[in-house]
């Protein structure tokens, strides 16, 4: 049973046509972009057929074999190359569906990985497994294996590297000579890659090639979640590490027991069995602004750093608690008000960032939509007939019927709960619900900016969210619209600096 899904192929390889297998029984085994079998240097039926058999459990006594989907079902000619449909797969004289098999296993045998860009890789220069060798022996079936061998090695620069981490490319092997196969491209150069040949005499006359077990395994791990797309019969490690701004992002939440052993980044933040932060008597809207998808991002984000001697949950657990603990002193000791939680983030005596935090987050909204082809981003421009000036303009040179994307304005607002007038707010019906009180906050703020919205014939939207990372309803639609348009990793990346942007303001006004 598939335990996590991840991005596939056919989703990153559009208009390209499509072969899909399928069992007897009508359940999708693989689905394979046509362009990325013609143009991967093996385009026939055998490699589909080699593909299909690395996703499912293969019966030695009964070859497996891809038929037609007619009334009368024909084996396709192994040497011929795929075409366009839906295709059968059978083991001969078995009369059910097969298995599917394991995996993707990568940073464990027995935990699925979640294939984020942002966790480390499997090298020795950055590796995150306390025992990383186990994969060479299982591979390689030698005991002490050398990781720093030539032969278990790949050099690349950072970016590939990245993308070969997560599966989005890998090599396969046919005959002596490695292909480069781009699973999930996200940019033209990557579509310029894949199905580039590497031969035999492209490495040193001095030094191993890679080995063939070993780019065969990363190759099968590699299929199994960008052709067949899930994983099977594997535990689930990070169900929140695939965060969505879409899905009920205003939900609080609980965590882990800070008394409980530090564990490894892989560990799931809601899964470890904890108390609920009111437990610990810290305020529902702090809580509730916290556990906001924007504001758990960075808990993703945090590099880790061995110089520190601490594993990335450690370091983002203090960091976190230490975000909704407050301050030492019962009293501010530069105003002499109440130090309440989120005091020092409207403290008028001490250094504000509020305009740091706001340019910084415009720069990272800007940028991100300057990313997109034809797109055109103006930042602070000067709103039609006024002396007024709006954040940020979009503009699309290309037309919104190939961008998707119109014309418009974007107002930024980054809202304090801690101020005096979102401290008093109350719900009319006396409802102490946290989520809701902060969305009434938020929904003021934007339809204030509504209210006063610049005179213009484009189209006018607050993006309002609280200093924690917390969405009001019209702005978690915004960013539902951006996520259409934006390139998957630009808008990954967007989050991720947005995330990190709120928390460095709100770590500067620390007092240790």
Request: charged share 25%; proline share 7%; glycine share 6%.
């Amino acid at each position: 049973m598939a335990d996590a899904t991840y991005e596939r192929a056919i989703a990153c390889w559009r208009r390209a046509g499509h072969v899909a297998i399928r069992s007897i029984n009508d359940y999708e085994i693989a689905v394979f972009p046509l362009k990325f079998v013609a143009t991967g240097g093996d385009n026939s039926w055998r490699y589909v057929l080699s593909v299909v058999e690395q996703l499912v459990e293969t019966v030695p006594e009964h070859p497996g074999m891809i038929f037609t989907n007619g009334a009368t079902p024909e084996a396709v000619d192994l040497n011929g190359p795929p075409h366009e449909g839906v295709f059968l797969y059978k083991q001969l004289n078995v009369d059910k569906d097969p298995d599917f098999a394991r995996g993707p296993e990568y940073f464990s045998r027995f935990k699925e990985p979640s294939l984020m860009a942002d966790q480390s890789t499997r090298s020795g220069s950055s590796r995150v497994t306390g025992r990383p060798e186990q994969v060479y022996e299982q591979v390689l079936g030698e005991p002490y294996p050398n990781l720093y061998d030539t032969s278990a090695g790949l050099l690349l620069d950072n970016t590939l590297h990245r993308m070969f981490d997560t599966l989005d490319w890998s090599l396969y092997l046919k005959g002596d000579t490695f292909y480069v196969h781009y699973f999930c491209p996200k940019s033209a150069i990557h579509f310029a890659y894949h199905g580039k040949a590497i031969p035999p005499e492209r490495f040193s006359r001095f030094e191993d090639p890679p080995d063939p077990r070993l780019v065969a395994w990363h190759y099968n791990q590699a299929v199994k979640a960008r052709i067949r797309g899930f994983s099977a019969d594997m535990k689930r490690i990070a169900p929140d590490s695939r965060l969505r701004l879409d899905d009920g992002s205003n939900q609080g939440g609980s965590t882990w027991n800070p008394l409980r052993p530090p564990k490894c980044q892989r560990t799931s933040w809601r899964s470890s069995p904890g108390t609920s932060l009111s437990s610990v008597l810290m305020p529902a809207k702090a809580i509730a602004e916290a556990y906001s998808k924007l504001g758990m991002v960075w808990l993703i984000t945090i590099p880790f750093q061995p110089s520190l001697r601490l594993t990335d949950f450690e370091v983002v657990a203090a960091l976190q608690l230490r975000t909704l603990a407050g301050e030492r002193e019962a009293h501010c000791t530069n105003c002499g008000e109440a130090n309440f939680v989120g005091h020092p983030e409207v403290c008028l005596q001490r250094k504000l960032w509020r305009v740091a935090r706001h340019e910084g987050t415009e720069r990272i909204i800007g940028q991100a939509h300057a990313s997109n082809p034809g797109t055109r981003v103006r930042r602070e421009p000067l709103g039609h007939q006024t002396s007024r000036r709006i954040d940020i303009q979009v503009i699309t040179l290309l037309g919104s019927q190939l961008t998707g994307l119109a014309n418009a304005y974007y107002d930024l607002t980054v809202v304090s709960l801690a101020s005096k007038e979102d401290r008093s707010t109350s719900h009319p019906k006396h409802d102490d619900n946290p989520s809701r009180l902060v969305n009434k906050s938020l929904d003021s703020v934007a339809d204030h900016k509504i209210r006063h919205r610049p005179r213009s014939k484009l189209p006018f939207h607050p993006v309002v969210f609280s200093h924690g990372g917390m969405l009001n309803g019209s702005t978690i639609k915004v960013f539902a619209s951006w996520k259409q348009i934006m390139a998957r990793g630009s808008y990954n990346l967007m989050l991720k600096r947005l995330s990190l942007c709120l928390l460095q303001a709100r770590v500067r006004s620390f007092e240790l």
